[in-house]
């Protein structure tokens, strides 16, 4: 296998641009991060590896974080990330480029395209532009993969804070009333964050807040009561992806 893909992905996005850029290389794995969560290392052994995960505040989610600080990686690796974002993906190939380096590594290339907002709310047509424009725009981006393209990324500066650099429940992740206790939360959580208890989901604090359980709750009983501009906006899933690709991403 030529080319390892690790993708991170709550309401796929991510995932489905995991699978447009796997089917147009050819000759790849696709490795969910959620599936590395309990692991103590990963050794990586392919020669060309890609990280492909939703922006989260101009940075990665703390779960790909962790894991890439479990991985070793063979030396001569070309490495590229693949960022899905509403909006502005930050200085996220500043802060991946920092992190390869204390694994002895450095980032190759970083390319990525916009969708859907999941957390704050883009105007309808432009998320539907997106959407229209995903395969298109994954395309258009491949031959730099395959041509080995690389960039220089790095920086000393100490990049600012971000409110995801840690693990917790900054936004008040909370089910509320409207809670059946299916238990359909605790299965899209990457970070096996959410226990039932007296038939109500109890949100703990090692939160990556990518939120899954919010859009994927059949009950809309997840809400955040400290975001109130995005506390009960609408639910969003990519088109082409389930609650059953969201789970499996951990049970691989
Ligand atoms: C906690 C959080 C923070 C986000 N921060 C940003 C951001 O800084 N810039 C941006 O353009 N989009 C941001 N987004 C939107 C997501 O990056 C975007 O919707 C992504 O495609 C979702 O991918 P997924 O469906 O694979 O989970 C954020 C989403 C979440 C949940
Ligand atoms: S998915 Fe919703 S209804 Fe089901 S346990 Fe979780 S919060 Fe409750
Ligand atoms: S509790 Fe919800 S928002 Fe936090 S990591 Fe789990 S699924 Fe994501």
Redesign the pocket.
């Known amino acids: 296998m030529a080319t390892a893909i690790y993708y ?8 489905t ?1 995991a699978r447009l850029i796997a089917d147009g290389l050819g000759d790849c794995a696709l490795k969910p991060v959620a599936s590395t969560f309990k692991k103590p290392y990963i050794t990586e052994e392919a020669e060309r590896v890609g990280f492909v ?7 990665m989610p703390y779960s790909v974080r962790e894991m890439i600080s479990k991985m070793t990686f063979s030396k001569d690796d070309y490495i590229f990330i693949f ?8 200085a996220v190939a500043q802060r991946m480029d920092q992190l390869l380096r204390t694994r002895g590594q450095k980032l190759s290339l970083s390319l990525g395209i ?7 709310i883009n105007e309808p047509h432009v998320d539907a532009e997106h959407l229209a424009n995903q395969a298109k725009n994954v395309a258009s981006l491949l031959e730099d993969i395959r041509n080995r393209r690389a960039e220089d990324y790095f920086t000393a500066d100490i990049l600012p804070s971000t ?2 650099d840690i693990p917790h429940n900054f936004r008040g992740i909370t089910a509320d009333e409207n809670c059946v206790g299916c238990g359909g939360c605790t299965h899209v959580c990457p970070r096996d964050n959410i226990h039932i208890e007296n038939g109500r989901a109890v949100i703990g604090d090692n939160c990556a ?4 359980c919010f859009h994927w709750c059949p009950a809309e009983a997840i809400y955040m009561s400290r975001q109130e501009n995005i506390a009960r906006r609408s639910k969003y ?2 088109p082409d992806v389930t609650f059953s690709d969201i789970a499996w991403q951990k049970k691989e």
């Open positions: 991170f992905s709550a309401t796929g996005n991510s995932y641009t995960f939703p922006v989260y505040y101009g940075n960022t899905t974002w509403r909006g502005h993906a930050g916009p969708m859907p907002g999941n957390s704050f409110p995801i807040s990518c939120l899954a899933h990519h």
